[in-house]
């Protein structure tokens, strides 16, 4: 349960940074974008599989 939740917090954190260095880019081809809680979410569940497999591969 405890590398679930760390494996989360890490994607959370990931999407904050990955939000920092990309900005707000969805919807992509469109002119009004997402306000800037629903990229960070997107960003983190996007990295949430990668972090997932990478702590368990290490554990």
């Known amino acids: ?3 679930i939740l760390l494996s989360l917090i890490l994607a959370l954190i ?6 920092l ?3 707000e880019i969805f919807p992509l081809n469109q002119e ?3 306000p800037a809680l629903n990229n960070i979410i997107s960003y983190s569940l ?4 990668a972090v997932y ?5 290490l554990a």
Do not use: D, Q, T
């Open 1 to 3: 349960m405890g590398l």
């Open 14 to 19: 990931f999407g904050c940074c990955f939000w």
């Open 21 to 23: 260095v990309i900005g």
């Open 32 to 34: 009004k974008k997402w």
């Open 46 to 49: 996007f990295l949430a599989p």
């Open 53 to 57: 497999l990478i702590i368990f591969s």
